[in-house]
T-cell receptor
Framework: AQSVTQLDSQVPVFEEAPVELRCNYS??????LFWYVQYPNQGLQLLLK??????LVKGINGFEAEFNKSQTSFHLRKPSVHISDTAEYFC??????????FGSGTQLTVLP | EPEVTQTPSHQVTQMGQEVILRCVPI?????FYWYRQILGQKVEFLVS????????KSEIFDDQFSVERPDGSNFTLKIRSTKLEDSAMYFC?????????????FGPGTRLLVL
């Protein structure tokens, strides 16, 4: 079974600064990895996903993530954040079964 | 853009009462899911549903829970006799059923409070 650990529960950052949200996973089998974002009062929206191939994955809104198998990490990055990026971000894993395994979430707060 | 919708957005009920949470998945999707998030905890998988039957379920999904697709558009989660610990945000999701590359699309959730 997979487990997902998000190392930071809250990340405050100033507007236009870079940000990295950290995620580690554990799995004994092949894993698919996702980042979802939840804006206030909205559903969970897919930012990006890693299935196989290139380890650098680009998503919507300028986000990208790098899959690192040796470190079992899938950190999310953005070079310059906006106020509108304030949201909760979830790192999610999926194995051969369809059920998704969620991390505990990271609240990103972008400060003016 | 098609989206998953859920009703109601909030529900308050008394312990022991039955509740039905409703979801309208994206119309051409074949798999449907329920997840829940108890306040301060992780989002947890409850159940997946395909071809009018449960395909996977977690340990949480015990006999007090049931799911149904009563018509061509709705997907429901019923909790027969609610407990205080059922208070949570319940998310519905759907997917096309194309395999590993597919995305699960989530609704905005129903916040259930059991008193």
């Amino acid at each position: 079974a997979q487990s997902v650990t998000q190392l930071d529960s809250q990340v405050p950052v100033f507007e236009e600064a870079p940000v990295e949200l950290r995620c580690n996973y554990s799995s004994s089998v092949s894993v698919y990895l996702f980042w979802y974002v939840q804006y206030p009062n909205q559903g969970l929206q897919l930012l990006l996903k890693y299935l196989s191939g290139s380890t650098l994955v680009k998503g919507i809104n300028g986000f990208e993530a790098e899959f690192n198998k040796s470190q079992t990490s899938f950190h999310l990055r953005k070079p310059s954040v906006h106020i509108s990026d304030t949201a909760e971000y979830f790192c999610v894993a999926r194995g051969s079964a369809r059920q998704l395994t969620f991390g505990s979430g990271t609240q990103l707060t972008v400060l003016p | 853009e098609p989206e998953v919708t859920q009703t109601p957005s909030h529900q308050v009920t008394q312990m022991g009462q039955e509740v039905i949470l409703r979801c309208v998945p994206i119309s051409n999707h074949l798999y449907f899911y329920w997840y829940r998030q108890i306040l301060g905890q992780k989002v947890e998988f409850l159940v997946s549903f395909y071809n009018n039957e449960i395909s996977e379920k977690s340990e949480i999904f015990d006999d007090q829970f049931s799911v149904e697709r009563p018509d061509g558009s709705n997907f429901t989660l019923k909790i027969r006799s609610t407990k205080l610990e059922d208070s949570a945000m319940y998310f519905c999701a759907s997917s096309e059923g194309t395999g590993a590359a597919e995305t699960q699309y989530f609704g905005p959730g129903t916040r259930l409070l059991v008193l």
